[in-house]
């Protein structure tokens, strides 16, 4: 091997190392995009998650809400009735007497 092969493979191996650290950096690049995309989807989970339980919250409030004029209506039913049963019983012990 004389100088001019030498000199050819040292381009070459010089060529190869510089294409190297070119895809090196670029994968380094790349490598760091994808932690910053876990690290959002990461967040957008944990975002997530926290609107899942504010929501379920929410559901809970809207049914309670929801229930309560039946309550009332219900409450009020009661008391309706509990009267009405007052009244005759009361109109019956009048009637015999009492």
Do not use: C
């Not at 932690?35 to 809207?62: F, G, I, P, Y």
């Not at 009332?72 to 007497?97: K, P, S």
């Amino acid at each position: 091997m004389d100088n001019e092969d030498i000199a050819r493979e040292h381009q070459l191996i010089y060529d190869l190392a510089k294409s190297n650290k070119r895809r090196i950096d670029n994968l380094e690049e790349e490598q760091k995009e994808l932690r910053s995309l876990t690290q959002a989807v990461s967040m957008m989970a944990s975002e997530q998650k926290n609107m899942r339980d504010d929501l379920a919250e929410m559901k809970t409030d809207v049914k309670q809400i929801k229930e309560k004029p039946a309550k009332r209506w219900d409450f009020i039913a009661e008391r309706v009735l509990g009267l009405i049963t007052a009244a005759i019983v009361a109109w019956m012990l009048a009637q015999i007497g009492l």
